[in-house]
């Protein structure tokens, strides 16, 4: 049988993700653990962004939710606005914290690929994963305000400059999407830095987040141009709104697993993975546990 090694890059790459079925369970629980945390991540943004003084960021926030969520965009809207307005005032940091900490389920299939993907035997013990889960968490949150903030900005100092028009709608647009993309290739960055139980080099995941940013919002553009076409109203009744995200989820995390078995594939840091010795690897899981 052919060894993967031995074929064209993306062709191994693509193999690799048609025929290992782990690989699918991995993206569904990614999917899975993303459709339980986007409401509740949604929300919480939009509660603090709506204590700060200047509403920007939160428009900015409110035009990114309805370009990027694929289905039922104003019935999102809608109920967001209704629960900022009940909940989001009065929220206690608790409350926050247990959001993040939610959302931090999604680390643990996504440091199972990752680890895989530089070759880090090893993974984290489940409370350590979410504790770095929820790290992350917060620097997501992070990089994402940062990124609405700029989006903000740049959306006054256009609406400051020129008239209501096309000019004003294709330039807010556009630094929109360029501060969505530079947020998404931070985040990327990130993850794959941070997230394996190993140590990875920044070098190693610099081009391979380039190419997985590129291609999230390659397929997010396909996808929303696919969409209409699955008729998920008529399939999924009034769970079409839900399904039509985990959908997209689903998708995308194909897109970030690509990405990382590429980087696993060329990158030095897969090197650097396979040449630990094991008892320097048994030390730092001790030390991680």
Do not use: K
Not at 141 to 154: K, R, S, T
């Amino acid at each position: 049988m052919t060894d993967d090694r031995d074929l064209p890059a993306p062709v191994a790459l693509a193999r690799r993700l048609v025929q290992d079925a782990e690989l699918h369970a991995l993206c569904g629980a990614i999917a899975f653990f993303s459709l339980l945390s986007f409401y509740p991540g949604a929300f919480l943004l939009l509660s603090l962004l709506g204590r700060l003084p200047w509403d920007a960021p939160r428009l900015a926030l409110l035009e990114a939710l309805r370009m990027y969520y694929p289905a039922a965009q104003e019935f999102l809207l809608r109920n967001l606005g209704v629960s900022v307005v009940q909940y989001g005032r009065d929220l206690p940091w608790s409350a926050a914290l247990w959001i993040l900490v939610g959302a931090a389920g999604v680390f643990i299939p996504l440091e199972t690929v990752l680890n895989r993907a530089f070759g880090f035997r090893r993974h984290r013990p489940y409370l350590w994963n979410q504790a770095v889960g929820t790290a992350l968490s917060l620097a997501t949150a992070a990089i994402a305000v940062l990124a609405l903030l700029a989006a903000g900005a740049v959306r006054a100092a256009v609406e400051a400059a020129t008239a209501p028009g096309f000019a004003r709608s294709a330039l807010s647009l556009f630094a929109l999407r360029g501060f969505a993309v530079l947020g998404t290739a931070a985040v990327v960055v990130l993850w794959f830095r941070f997230l394996p139980n190993g140590r990875v080099p920044l070098r190693a995941v610099l081009v391979p987040a380039f190419w997985t940013t590129l291609a999230v919002h390659l397929v997010h553009l396909g996808y929303l141009l696919v969409l209409p076409r699955l008729a998920l109203p008529r399939v999924h009744g009034p769970f079409y709104v839900s399904a039509g995200f985990a959908l997209l989820a689903y998708a995308l995390a194909f897109v970030l697993v690509g990405g990382a078995l590429l980087a696993g594939r060329h990158s030095p840091g897969a090197q650097l993975a396979s040449e630990i010795p094991p008892e320097e690897e048994a030390d730092g899981a001790a030390r991680a546990g």
